[in-house]
């Protein structure tokens, strides 16, 4: 086998365990009656209570209207509390409710039960090695991503020419 069939196998198996661990988790996620993107709301509140809208919205990187929309449909189904800041009613607090707590606990034993699973049969050395080799290669990836970054201009300007 060759090294670049090796390296491309490699980053496929990745994807590919990935996206399955994905599908999984959001399928046991589902069964706590929230989804996916409501879940990542609650367990982000459950770390920082009391965070607000705004403040979650720069946590996930979208805008403040998509944080509200999720936000709407968690308060509705009775899984967190919106108050409006005392100081600046513009803000609102964000916090969660018992049935959210309770989502939350269910979650937390998933994430340990898929945890467990994922490295059966793996002593902890591999698995060791394994967190070394993963961190070396976001690092690379890393390095790449800046790299691409300081010559966007470049790249942009060299393909309107080639597209001339």
């Excluded at 706590?32 to 705004?54: A, C, D, F, W």
């Excluded at 009775?78 to 108050?83: E, F, K, M, T, V």
Aim: charged share 30%; proline share 1%; hydrophobic share 35%.
């Amino acid at each position: 086998m060759s090294d670049e069939k090796l390296m491309r196998d490699t980053i496929m198996m990745i994807h590919r365990t990935e996206g399955i661990f994905k599908k999984y988790l959001d399928r046991k996620v589902s069964y706590t009656g929230v989804y996916p993107t409501q879940h990542r709301l609650l367990m982000e509140l459950n770390l920082n209570p009391g965070m607000s809208q705004i403040g979650l919205a720069e946590k996930f990187g979208v805008s403040a209207a998509a944080i509200a929309v999720s936000l709407k449909k968690l308060e509705k189904g009775g899984y967190i509390l919106r108050l409006m800041d005392k100081e600046d009613n513009r803000v609102n607090q964000v916090s969660i409710t018992e049935k959210g707590k309770e989502v939350i606990h269910k979650s937390i034993r998933i994430f340990q039960e898929t945890d467990q699973a994922f490295f059966e049969g793996f002593q902890e050395e591999e698995i060791r090695q394994l967190l070394g080799y993963m961190e070396r290669v976001y690092a690379n990836m890393e390095a790449l991503n800046q790299k691409a970054e300081k010559e966007k201009g470049k790249w942009k300007k060299k393909c309107r020419l080639s597209a001339s």
